[in-house]
Nanobody, 127 residues
Framework: QVQLVESGGGLVQAGGSLRLSCAAS????????MGWFRQAPGKEREFVAQ??????????LYTDSVKGRFTISRDNAKKTVYLQMDSLKPEDTAVYYC??????????????????WGRGTLVTVSS
């Protein structure tokens, strides 16, 4: 099983940038999908981005509210997934979670679509 540890959260002003990292340990990391979710106070956990990487290609998926501002990437040699967040807005404030181990029977844009989670890292965007 994969273990996930997020880092890189913090306090930033609106319009600023942060890069989150998710370090994975455990079994094979390369040919697997990885995702980022976030949960704001009093709200449900929501999908942010996903990256799928195979030996022949890779593709990404974003929720509409972060398209053009956030970029998900991965470094398989370092077993790390990144979320570069630019042009941050106060509504991006949330705890950000890394996810792994897809549940094939469930869409990956829902939390139930993943079986392994990190503990999260807090991102606070001030106005």
């Amino acid at each position: 099983q994969v273990q996930l540890v997020e880092s890189g959260g913090g306090l930033v002003q609106a319009g600023g940038s942060l890069r989150l990292s998710c370090a994975a340990s455990g079994r094979t990391f390369s040919n697997s999908a990885m995702g980022w979710f976030r949960q704001a106070p009093g709200k449900e956990r929501e999908f942010v981005a996903q990256i799928n990487t195979w030996t022949w290609s890779s593709n990404t998926l974003y929720t509409d509210s972060v398209k053009g501002r956030f970029t998900i990437s991965r470094d398989n040699a370092k077993k790390t997934v990144y979320l570069q967040m630019d042009s941050l807005k106060p509504e991006d404030t949330a705890v950000y979670y890394c996810a792994a181990d897809r549940n094939i029977a469930v869409p990956t844009t829902t939390p139930n679509g993943w079986n392994t989670w990190g503990r999260g890292t807090l991102v606070t965007v001030s106005s």
